[in-house]
């Protein structure tokens, strides 16, 4: 019987099977993905004008509501399946996933096209073709996020790390590029990193290999779509609804404010993406990690698992709200030399970070026993609120407002969430929810 394939022996071995070893270089590849896209979008920050900047932030906004359905069909379901289910099949199984990545990412994408003709008659730029060009690069952006996550499912981060390098050379080499031989523009930037996923994803998906076990059955495309459409009917909707809390400003705001106003907030926005990848990147790897717990809810390693993992999220993110506080006054001039009327604003925003945490931990725990309906029923009701307080503070307060509300959003859904999941590890103990692997998996 054939065998998974593990990591060379050796320190380095041992040190990519520990999950201390999985989680450094899951934040590794994650930094290096956010570093090269926060770097290209500071430097437009600086080039652009509030306006152009503001179209961009909607731009951006877009592409991630139309990311969240690929991401809910695809890659949710691929974390928690990957892991258990389809764990000794990965190779074949992910072909289908291929398939399906690009007939949806297809569709989703020609929607970019009537969505920029029809704002393009109510904004005050251009923006067409860049809407257009986002329809061309944004499947093969999607690509390199499904194939990113498959190493994730496999608990092999430190391979997903290989394609994080790659994709920051081209991505910063292209802002290179920009200051010095072509025109700096939203356009242009989008065209950099459609280049730089599709470089890095063919990349990651020739490193995949085969990893199978001949006792294991071949799954069927027609299995495989049940699965992924029962976890994503609830994630769709779930993901959807984590959407909306942050990003509902950049969408109200141009009505009252205009596109300046969104670009302020995009320029604010961007300062937390450090900490905010590195929470994505455990918390991602938290999926798989807490799938293969033995006994699900109610057991003390599964807890322990993910107190571990909320406690190091919380400290990165307490001490980064620290760091922006202190230096409120001089971030934004150091990173922009403009938007310094919105520094005030950083002490408000450096808390997303922190109230992020918990909901990141608890709905891994919930996914992880498969119990997304209950992620999707707590994130549902965040987003009602969202919209219920957002619409009036927005246009009263603007950004402030926008940034107000993502905040109440979260502390109501990470409290629904700590909420069920105490219920479920006092009505479930050691029910068996999360999918075990057999010992005959457990061999292969």
């Known amino acids: 019987m054939s065998r998974l394939p593990k990591p060379a022996g050796g320190a380095v071995g041992s040190i990519n099977e520990t999950w201390m070893g999985r989680g450094l270089w899951a934040v590794l590849e994650q930094g290096l993905f956010a570093t090269g896209n926060f770097i290209l ?3 437009l920050g600086r080039w652009l004008t509030p306006v152009e900047y503001g179209a961009y932030a909607l731009a951006f906004c877009m592409f991630l509501f ?15 399946y990957g892991a258990g289910k389809y764990r000794r099949q990965f190779r074949r199984y992910f072909r289908f996933l291929l398939w399906g990545h690009w007939g949806l990412s297809l569709i989703l994408s020609l929607l970019f096209i009537p969505a920029g003709l029809i704002l393009q008659k109510y904004l005050q730029v251009s923006v067409g073709s860049l809407f257009t060009v986002l329809a061309l690069v944004s499947p093969m952006i999607l690509f390199l996020w499904l194939t ?11 391979v997903a790390a290989v394609g994080g390098v790659l994709y920051f050379v081209v991505v910063v080499s292209g802002a290179f590029l920009l200051d010095h031989w072509i025109p700096a523009s939203a356009v242009n930037a989008f065209l950099i990193m459609g280049f730089a996923a599709t470089l890095s994803g063919l990349v990651l998906y020739h490193l995949m290999g085969e990893a199978r076990c001949q006792a294991a059955p071949e799954p069927g495309a027609g299995e495989v779509l049940r699965d992924h459409l029962a976890f994503g009917v609830w994630a769709a909707p779930t993901t959807l609804a984590i959407w909306i809390p942050a990003n509902l400003g950049f969408l109200l705001l141009p009505v009252w404010h205009g596109l300046e106003a969104s670009g302020g907030l995009k320029a604010v926005s961007n300062l937390l993406l450090p900490v905010l990848h590195v929470t994505s990147a455990i918390g991602t790897l938290l999926v798989p990690a807490l799938v293969q717990v033995d006994g699900g809810y109610g057991t003390e390693r599964f807890r322990a698992r993910a107190r571990v993992a909320g406690a190091g999220l919380l400290l990165v993110a307490v001490l ?31 808390l997303v970070p922190v109230l992020n945490v918990g909901g990141v931990v608890l709905a891994a725990c919930l996914k992880a026993g498969r119990r997304q ?14 919209v219920v307080i957002g619409i009036p503070l927005v246009s009263i307060y ?11 959003a979260l502390t109501g859904g990470a ?28 061999s292969c």
């Open 66 to 80: 139309l990311m969240t359905i690929h991401t809910s069909f695809l890659t949710e379901p691929m974390l928690v």
């Open 373 to 386: 309906d209950l992620v999707f029923r707590a994130n549902l009701t965040a987003a009602s609120l969202a």
């Open 148 to 158: 990113r996550r498959a190493y994730y499912a496999q608990l092999r981060t430190h």
């Open 398 to 408: 603007g950004v402030a407002g926008a940034i107000g509300t993502h905040l109440l």
């Open 415 to 442: 409290i629904l969430m700590l909420l069920y999941y105490r219920r479920l590890c006092r009505e479930e103990p050691a029910k068996g929810r999360i999918y075990k692997l057999n010992e005959e998996s457990r």
């Open 320 to 350: 980064f709200w620290t760091f922006l506080t202190v230096y409120r006054s001089d971030l934004l001039f150091w990173f922009y030399g403009a938007y310094t009327e919105y520094g005030p604003l950083l002490i408000l925003i450096g």
């Open 41 to 43: 979008t500071i430097l």
